[in-house]
Structure formats: C-alpha cells, structure tokens
C-alpha cells in the first residue's frame, strides 16, 4: 500500500477467510497430490518415502475446515465491488465471518501496523 501512494494510487487489502473452494476442498487437493506424486522421479519418491504420501492424504482437519467455510462466495466479491467502485474505499476489508472474528483485534490497529504484523 505505501509503495503505491507516491504514484497517487490507492490500494485496497480484501482479506477473506474461509470459502468453500477447489482449494479448500480436502478430496480434490488430496487427488491433486497424488496426481503430482506419480509425476514424481523415482528417486524423489524413495527420498521421500512411501509413509510421506500417506500421511499427506489423511489430513481430518482439513475436512473439518471445509464443512466450517462458507459457500457464500458473494461475501467476497460484494467487497472487492465495494473497494473497485467506492468513492472512498476502505483500505481493509475482511470477508466472511471467521476473518472478521480473527482480524478484529487488527482493525483496530493503525493500518501501517497491521501491515507490519
């Protein structure tokens, strides 16, 4: 954002949390894994060894995480309408509940704070 300013350019940060995409989707990932994983070298494979691709393809939390995000994929893009067409855009916008919930503490912050944490 300040790299722009001298330009007279305003940049807006549209930060979203959680939405139930391609990728946050813990089976497609998981078959794009494999996918690469047999495009792999032989050598590459055994260097990782075989326990690697299991442990990669069984991850619980990730499916959790998938039932927890929102499809509603217009919270995302009513923001960035916001930031593109606002006569005064925000410089921040979260989108979705759990990145309001997790950003909160920073929206109170300046936002050259922020943008160093």
Not at 12 to 18: L, Q, T, Y
């Amino acid at each position: 954002r300040r790299e722009m300013r001298p330009f007279g350019v305003h940049v807006s940060i549209v930060e979203p949390g959680g939405f139930q995409t391609g990728m946050t989707d813990s089976v497609r990932v998981v078959k794009g894994f494999r996918h690469l994983w047999e495009r792999l070298p032989a050598e590459t494979r055994a260097a990782y060894g075989h326990h690697y691709l299991e442990t990669c393809e069984y991850i619980p939390i990730s499916v959790l995480l998938y039932r927890l995000c929102s499809s509603r994929l217009s919270h995302v893009t009513s923001v960035m309408v916001h930031a593109l067409l606002a006569r005064f855009p925000h410089s921040r916008y979260a989108a979705g509940w759990d990145a309001r919930f997790v950003l909160l503490p920073l929206s109170y912050c300046p936002a050259w704070l922020t943008d160093a944490a």
